[in-house]
């Protein structure tokens, strides 16, 4: 099929080269020249496993190319919109501009029979307000939801492979019609046994964002768990293992630590409040404040250790931060626990040397007033504290024994409850980790 994609981030980017991967026609449009520019030299924008390599393979097959000009969707079958809903300045709510602008930008280039596809994650009732619109200008275009479920790092093994899909469809023929021409986009994973969902617009647009509001609350349990266990001692690692094996809460996403990030789950679950509030229901939601809350104390709770651990203050003290995007497998800083512990470090008079394996760039231009260094190693040089705050593997399989080597003081802070503590006392290491004692 020929498929439009307008917006080339993070998931625009990914869903072309996919659908290209796909056997589809496909032209991606956007408006920053800089990223399209990038984009046909097969040049993927942002760090994401998998996708130089799948855009240089479908853009030598021509079936994928980029786009500045809006005119160049023309004669697309299928139009998807892959563009950001950021939180809105001063405001929880989210910022709907991209999305707005894309589909005003499509308009004009929309022929009978057309399909418009939003996969941006949007407050509940804006699939309804833009399908008006879409009609409005072509009777004989259809809007459907087809959300996104793509997980950083995994992003094009999640497009691919999906672990199921969504329609919201309007209702009668036109609906029945937009699904089946989905059906034939999503060809290859629907043959794999992919569930598929049919459902209704407003389903559809509650799908991500309950989704991410429950995944953000179950970290946030056993984060609220981890200062329960401080308080008494306890071990929340092995807390999260024994509560994990009843088949009804499962082990996934029980890694107490600092929390999440990122450009998704905070922003989702903020607009979501604001959208419930709008609609009169903001008491069904309201726990979700506190799962906010939850996550930004453990934040500060990390900087409370190392003050704890150098004395009382970390003012002129040398520390060691490892990772500073929000996950490993990202250079993505948006929301960065890593980033926003090591910056309140700084502000405290912090000594503050931070590296990551992808997003020492990205860091630095939002924080420029930290210090950058290109590894962990560089990173240990005279540390009196290290802070491993980003469980990229290769910080994971740091050799405890030849980084003591290095510090002035082998003292850490594990974050992310990543490491063997057994391993890295028995090499004469001071750990910590939250939701664990001292012991």
């Known amino acids: ?14 869903h072309a080269a996919c659908m290209a991967q796909l056997g589809h026609q496909v032209t991606g449009f956007d408006v920053d020249a800089a990223k399209i520019s990038a984009l046909q030299r097969a040049e993927a924008p942002f760090f994401e496993p998998g996708l130089p390599d799948l855009l240089a393979e479908t853009m030598a097959t021509g079936r994928l190319t980029f786009s500045t000009d809006p005119a160049s969707v023309q004669g697309a079958a299928v139009h998807f919109v892959c563009v950001g809903t950021p939180q809105a300045e001063n405001s929880n709510a989210a910022d709907m501009t ?24 949007v407050p509940v ?50 609906g029945e019609s937009a699904a089946a021409v989905l059906d034939e986009v999503y060809a290859a994973p629907l043959s794999e046994g992919t569930p598929r969902i049919v459902t209704d617009y407003a389903t559809a647009q509650l799908v991500k964002v309950a989704a991410n509001s429950f995944l ?12 329960l266990c401080e308080a008494t001692g ?41 959208r419930a509030d709008e609609l009169g229901v903001d008491q069904a939601l309201s726990f979700l404040g506190e799962v906010d809350a939850i996550n930004g104390r453990r934040r500060e709770r990390m900087v409370t250790l190392a003050e704890e651990e150098l ?16 996950k490993p497998n990202s250079d993505d800083v948006r ?4 980033l926003d512990v090591a910056t309140k470090l700084e502000e405290l008079g912090a000594q503050v040397i931070m590296t990551d394996p992808e997003a020492n760039a990205n860091a630095k231009a939002r924080r420029p007033q930290l210090a950058f260094v290109p590894s962990a190693q560089d990173a240990a040089e005279g540390a009196e504290l290290i802070l491993l705050l980003t469980e990229w593997q290769e910080f994971v399989d740091l050799d405890p024994e030849a980084l003591a080597d290095l510090v002035d ?19 004469g290491w001071t750990y910590r980790a939250l939701g664990r004692g001292k012991h």
């Open 234 to 274: 306890a071990d929340v690692t092995q807390l999260a293992d024994a509560i994990g094996h009843d088949a009804r809460i499962g082990r996934r996403f029980l890694n107490a630590g600092l929390g999440f990030g990122g450009g998704c789950l905070p922003k989702d679950i903020r607009a979501f409040m604001a």
């Open 311 to 326: 004395g009382g203050s970390v003012k002129g003290r040398r520390i060691a931060v490892l990772g500073a995007s929000f």
């Open 125 to 174: 009732g804006t699939a309804e307000r833009l399908a008006e619109q879409v009609t409005a200008a072509q009777p004989g275009a259809t809007l459907v939801w087809n959300p996104e479920f793509l997980r950083e790092g995994f992003a094009v093994k999640d497009t691919l492979h999906p672990d199921r899909v969504v329609y919201g469809v309007p209702e009668g023929a036109a």
């Open 216 to 227: 953000a609350t179950k970290i946030s349990f056993i984060n609220a768990m981890a200062e």
């Open 1 to 14: 099929m020929h498929i439009s994609v307008i917006g080339c981030g993070y998931l625009g980017a990914v």
């Open 409 to 427: 003081t082998p003292r850490i802070l594990d974050g992310r409850n990543a490491l063997d503590p057994a391993a890295w006392r028995a090499a």
């Open 335 to 338: 929301d960065s626990p890593a």
């Open 98 to 121: 991209y999305v707005d602008a894309a589909v005003t930008a499509l308009l004009p280039h929309l022929a009978d029979g057309d399909l418009v596809v939003g996969k941006s994650t």
